[in-house]
């Protein structure tokens, strides 16, 4: 990490700690995310971003209690999730997040009431008023005139914004967007950040995984991923690379794919530290032995545990 | 305060509704598709109800018939064992009267009994002559053996049969052949020349099938009378048990009284014979228990392939429904939620199936109830029985094969199952 976070004074809702992700494809060890740190803070707007195979996938995958982490700590609200079963980490899903997805996964033979009402179906709270916190959350969301609408009936941005307020139906802790926009048009996804931005101004905590620098900034903080480690990790007016494109829009240069000097700076930067690790670790390993992986994937043993959490209370 | 006591009540009534819901929805979404797969149980639990509510109405139909006949009755006689044929004859085997009274005093499966015998004669009135009329020999207790009472007039009591009067009853078969009036009590007739009193008008009882059907003319007089008139005839007796159930016990000891009174050593075989109503429908069941039996066997066999169907759509529908699957799951749905879900459905699909099915076979079964020539079926009826039985299996049938589709959804990992195309 080039720059530490200015102290944020809010709690901390998100909390990762040496969070490993490590992957066997065949002999081979893939490491998704290789110890990642990370503190996400009540009603921040963070961006995630990074290239594919970067490790963002993963880490939403794991942000969102879908996956568990092979090592390391993630404590969501107060709740370790590391620690939890896959049943307990339903019930967190349940009641922490609110998923908003690229192809909105809406259920088309519902219309935008029931695919609202759905997430509710599987939690005990809000039983007698499941109807009345739907209309609320779609009132939430501007679809007041669509409440009866099938999902086939309604326009993209209709369609996320259905989906929107089923994230929002359940008052979940986190907003986790994994590409928004990536369906829609630049006018409708103009639309989409608006509503998020007025969710952040209510107070809402939201992450957006992406890979458009334009949606990027809309966010407060920008976080960027490669190669399964954090290389990067400001708010978004002072983070070089979101600068440096901004310029480049500005003068009307360049696509949005273009590399800039900044990030490839820091790419490199990143690419000798990481090799610069690997070395160092390979040195003070025994050799590898003839047969089998001598790297096995590290594990949750008790002990990382304990000095995990004892690092985050203090 | 009630809500939060109610919370939990209300969760899992809600969640099986929207299940149940869901469910036809879905079955509804896929209208054609899911009939085809239902045609397996459909058939198999119309098969079931048909056969099994036809099979009822005809052994509804063969016992009423062996009611009729009487269920607690039973029949002894005479019988010249096949290796004493040549060293015995028939009048050593006849039953007598001292083995009635006999079996009457020592037998406690025998609530009554009549000895029976018959001769034809011919028959006087006043205005006709019958060359030749069967005349039974009875007691008095054959009125109540045979259920048959007096319309007009008296039984036959026991002074009748003690003094060997001449009286006689008659039936209205009887009355009619032989030109009396309809009540003709009081009249005389001349039986063999002899002369006897009517006393009473026997009723016609509703003759079974068995029995030969028509009505005919019926002549009885006290058993005593017939055998002075007449001691060669032969004579059977007809015997009432204590109850339907102690048909065994009977036998038992019928067998043991008169081996004993006729003195046979052990290796003799019985010099009489039985006749029980009661065997012949333990045979008749049997045989339709067997019959019950391929039928049940068939019917299971079409049900696991209308499962197997089930089970192919099932797993259609888990692998077209994947990311439906993953969003429920990121959602918040546990595994057992979404195996239940899955479950559900199967067992929908499969109860709709039977309820189509027996519709299907109350149809069948008011038509088999009218066709004139199936006269043994025509009190078929559905069987409750039947019903629950067909819609518990294909309840059944649905769990089975709708639990490996299930489970397969309910292991689904939520990332893979939210990825797939």
Known sequence: MSTTQPQNPKPPIIQIRRLKKYYKVGDETVRALDGVDLDIHENEFVAIMGASGSGKSTLMNILGCLD?????????????????????????????????????????????LRNVMLPMLYSRANIFNAKKRAKKALQQVSLTDRVHHRPNQLSGGQRQRVAIARALVNDPSILLADEPTGNLDSKTTVEIIQLFKELHAQGQTIIVVTHEEDVAGHAKRIVRLRDGRMISDHPT???????????????????????TKAEHKLNSDADQQHQQALIEETKTKPRKRLFGSSKKPPQNTPQSINEIESEIKS | MTGILLAPFAFITRFLWQTVFLALAQV????????????????????????????????????????????????VWGRVPDDKRATMSWSDVKLSVYEANLLLQR?????????????SWPVTAEKKRLPS???????????????????????????????????????????????????????????????????????????????GGQ????????????????????TNFTIQMTSPDVSEDAQAEIRFILRKHRGLEPED???????ILQDEIKQFNAVAGVIGAIAFGVVVISLVVGGIGIMNIMLVSVSERTREIGLRKAMGAKPPIVLFQFLVEAVVLCVIGGLVGLVLAIGTVAILANIPSLSALENTEISKFAVALAIGFSALVGVVFGMGPAIKAARLNPIDALRHE
């Open chain 1, 68 to 112: 568990k982490p092979t090592s390391g700590a993630y404590v969501l609200n107060n709740k370790p999730t590391h620690k939890l079963g896959m049943s307990q980490l339903a019930r967190v899903r349940n009641e922490e997040i609110g998923f908003i997805f690229q192809t909105f996964e809406l259920l088309n033979r519902a219309s935008a």
């Open chain 1, 237 to 259: 007016e002072s983070d070089p690379i979101h600068n440096d494109w901004v310029d480049r829009m500005a003068k009307g240069q360049g696509s949005q794919a273009q590399v």
């Open chain 2, 28 to 75: 509804w979404a896929n209208k054609m598709r899911s009939m085809l797969t239902a045609l397996g149980i459909i058939i198999g639990v119309w098969a079931v109800i048909s056969v099994m509510s036809g099979l009822n109405g005809m052994r509804g139909f063969v016992l009423t018939e062996f009611e009729k006949f009487g269920a607690k009755k039973m029949w």
């Open chain 2, 107 to 119: 037998a406690p499966s025998i609530d009554s009994l009549t000895p029976v015998t018959s001769n």
């Open chain 2, 133 to 211: 009329v069967r005349v039974q020999g009875i007691w008095p207790q054959w009125h109540e053996i045979e259920d048959r009472q007096v319309l007009f007039g008296r039984p036959f009591s026991r002074i009748d049969d003690d003094e060997r009067r001449q009286v006689c009853l008659i039936n209205d078969q009887g009355i009619e052949e032989l030109g009396l009036d309809t009540d003709p009590t009081g009249e005389y007739i001349l039986i063999s020349g002899r002369r006897f009193l009517i006393v009473g008008v026997v009723e016609t009882k509703d003759a079974s099938n068995f029995g």
């Open chain 2, 215 to 234: 009505a005919r003319t019926e002549l009885l007089i006290p058993f005593a009378t017939l055998k002075m008139m007449n001691p060669y005839t032969w």
């Open chain 2, 269 to 275: 075989k019985d010099t009489f014979n039985m006749f």
